[in-house]
């Protein structure tokens, strides 16, 4: 079965680098997706890599994806305060809708 | 890029009324969209896929006869909740299938937050 992982919570300084990592289990996904969601709000689509891809960059956003290890991960660089929020990998493993991460929720001190 | 609305935003309802949620694709056709479900500090769980023009396929576990889909048009679903009780309190996320240019992207509603009391 599909079984997307994070970590709970993460804690960074303002301007630091901050990285979120995902594992998941079914090798099959095509897209694997970063999402961002707001207290009380809903997902604003990041980023999303093709499986055949190892690196994608978008401003200040790195994805990084090691399917050997079915390993996703997201660098935020020079994170500002703006970017606390709770972070969610997704997978597409050919069923159309997501598989959903437990969510990482990001802290940035000032 | 697409947008994709919910109504309404929040709705407060008391045990055993039925509630209706719609989720519209404003600028492109849709014929398949999806419904989440998000608990409290929870990752979000599909519940069904709404496929225009036919019956709505459900998760394991997600009652087909207290979430009633109707996927009329190609941009209107609609989940309704009915009898509702204080559990299904949650925030519901719409999605909208995109099939426009090489990949179908999913363009997800603002969400709905229910509290049955």
């Known amino acids: 079965g599909e079984d997307v992982e994070q970590s709970l919570f993460l804690s960074v300084r303002e301007g630091d680098s901050s990285v979120i990592n995902c594992t998941y289990t079914?090798?099959?996904?095509?897209?694997l997706y970063w999402y961002k969601q707001e207290p009380g709000a809903g997902l604003q689509l990041l980023t999303y890599?093709?499986?055949?891809?190892d690196m994608k960059q978008d401003q200040r956003l790195t994805v990084l994806l090691n399917k050997k290890d079915k390993h996703l991960s997201l660098r935020i660089a020079d994170t500002q305060t703006g970017d606390s929020a709770i972070y969610f990998c997704?997978?597409?493993?050919?069923?159309?809708?997501?598989?959903f991460g437990s969510g990482t929720r990001l802290q940035v001190q000032p | 890029g697409a947008v994709v609305s919910q109504h309404p935003s929040w709705v407060i309802c008391k045990s055993g009324t039925s509630v209706k949620i719609e989720c519209r694709s404003l600028?492109?056709?849709?014929?398949?969209m999806f419904w989440y479900r998000q608990f409290p500090k929870q990752s979000l769980m599909l519940m069904a896929t709404?496929?225009?023009?036919?019956?709505?396929?459900?998760e394991q576990g997600v009652e087909k006869d207290k979430f009633l889909i109707n996927h009329a048009s190609l941009t209107l679903s609609t989940l309704t909740v009915t009898s509702a009780h204080p559990e299904d309190s949650s925030f519901y996320i719409c999605?909208?299938?995109?099939?426009?240019?090489?990949?179908?992207?999913?363009?997800f509603g603002p969400g709905t937050r229910l509290l049955v009391l």
């Open positions: 997704a997978e597409d493993t050919g069923r159309r809708a997501l598989t």
């Open positions: 890599i093709f499986s055949n891809m």
């Open positions: 600028d492109f056709q849709a014929t398949t």
């Open positions: 999605s909208a299938l995109s099939s426009g240019g090489s990949q179908e992207t999913q363009y």
């Open positions: 709404s496929n225009e023009g036919s019956k709505a396929t459900y």
């Open positions: 079914d090798s099959s996904s095509t897209y």
